[in-house]
């Protein structure tokens, strides 16, 4: 995750670090470095425009040139710009499931791994949180979608069940059985992951946000590959125009993706991460936390 851009970033601070002062020129090339380096890991351009501009103005200035350690400043500048461009501390992170029981819906494309994660985030809410958690898969026309789903539930814990399906009923009537069923059973939180298409297109569209007006969701996810780079940003972008999202989910962060989707993410769609998928298995999933990434990204 962010190999490459965490050694150029890296080999950029190593020019500026271990000598005296710098001059405006000096802070001046770092940052055309630092502008190459983003767009090469297929940042999206205004973002790195804005981030750019965000250095400058902090680090162009008498302070920075005359501190003792100017190098080590530039990078604390750059750092506290990467936070800020990532925005998701652990507070916006977490998962609002408090009042049960909360029901937490998926969105995303087909094969962007929506059900998988559907897995992974019952399995955390289970084993962190013991809560109890109920799955319900609204994906009617691939019967094989639905059994995974109840597949991933008996794997990932003991008080994580999936919804009996029922041949031959809509999406919308599911969510509704699913909701009653979790009021009865005592369920603290409802996971519905919705049908995936594997383009955007109107009908799934409209059948999301019909199943979004009926379950009243605390969160909304969009689940997106970060190996489709801008293709997710612009996914993410397309879903939040008709879909109340909450927050985002990027999977396949573990592949040797340039990892610049999940950079752009936030500052393109104003959504917060919630979660990083790092890997096929239930517990391939990391809570998304902004210094930490920063840290990783800058070494
Ligand atoms: P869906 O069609 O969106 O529900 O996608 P699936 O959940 O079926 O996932 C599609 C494929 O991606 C499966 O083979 C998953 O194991 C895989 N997958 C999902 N998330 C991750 C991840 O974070 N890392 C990796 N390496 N594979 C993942």
Redesign the pocket.
């Known amino acids: 995750m962010f190999d490459a851009l965490s050694e150029r970033l890296g080999s950029i601070f190593d020019g500026l670090t271990g000598r005296g002062a710098l001059s405006d020129k000096d802070v001046s090339e770092a940052l055309r470095e630092i502008r190459v380096a983003l767009l090469e890991a297929d940042v999206a351009l205004p973002v790195v425009k804005e981030f750019v501009e965000k250095v400058k103005t902090r680090a162009v200035g008498e302070e920075v040139i005359r501190s003792v350690k100017p190098g080590q400043q530039v990078i604390k500048i750059v750092y506290d710009a990467l936070v800020d461009m990532l925005g998701a501390d652990e507070e916006e992170s977490h998962l609002r499931v408090d009042t049960p029981p909360a029901v937490v819906m998926m969105a995303?494309?087909?094969?962007?791994?929506?059900?998988?994660?559907?897995?992974?985030i019952a399995k955390r809410l289970a084993d962190r949180g013991k809560k109890k958690v109920l799955l319900a898969s609204l994906?009617v026309r691939?019967p094989a979608?639905m059994e995974?789903l109840a597949i991933l539930a008996k794997q990932a814990g003991e008080t994580v069940s999936s919804l009996p399906i029922i041949a031959g009923q809509l999406p919308a009537d599911i969510a509704r059985r699913a909701m009653q069923a979790a009021k009865i059973g005592g369920y603290d939180v409802l996971i519905l992951?919705t049908a995936?298409r594997t383009s955007i297109d109107e009908q799934m569209m409209a059948e999301a946000a019909e199943i979004a007006a009926i379950a009243n969701p605390s969160e909304v996810l969009l689940?997106a590959?970060?190996l489709t780079g801008q293709d997710a940003v612009e996914t993410a972008r397309r879903f939040h125009e008709r879909l109340p999202l909450t927050g985002l989910v990027?999977?396949?962060?573990?592949?040797d993706g340039r990892g610049g989707a999940a950079l752009s993410m936030r500052a393109v769609t104003g959504l917060p991460i919630k979660f990083?998928?790092?890997?096929?298995?239930l517990d391939?999933?990391d809570a998304f936390d902004a210094k930490r990434v920063a840290g990783r990204i800058l070494g």
């Open positions: 995303g494309l087909q094969g962007s791994g929506k059900t998988t994660t559907t897995g992974k994906d691939r979608a995974q992951d995936g689940v590959d970060a990027l999977t396949r962060m573990d592949g990083l998928g790092v890997g096929e298995k391939g999933l």
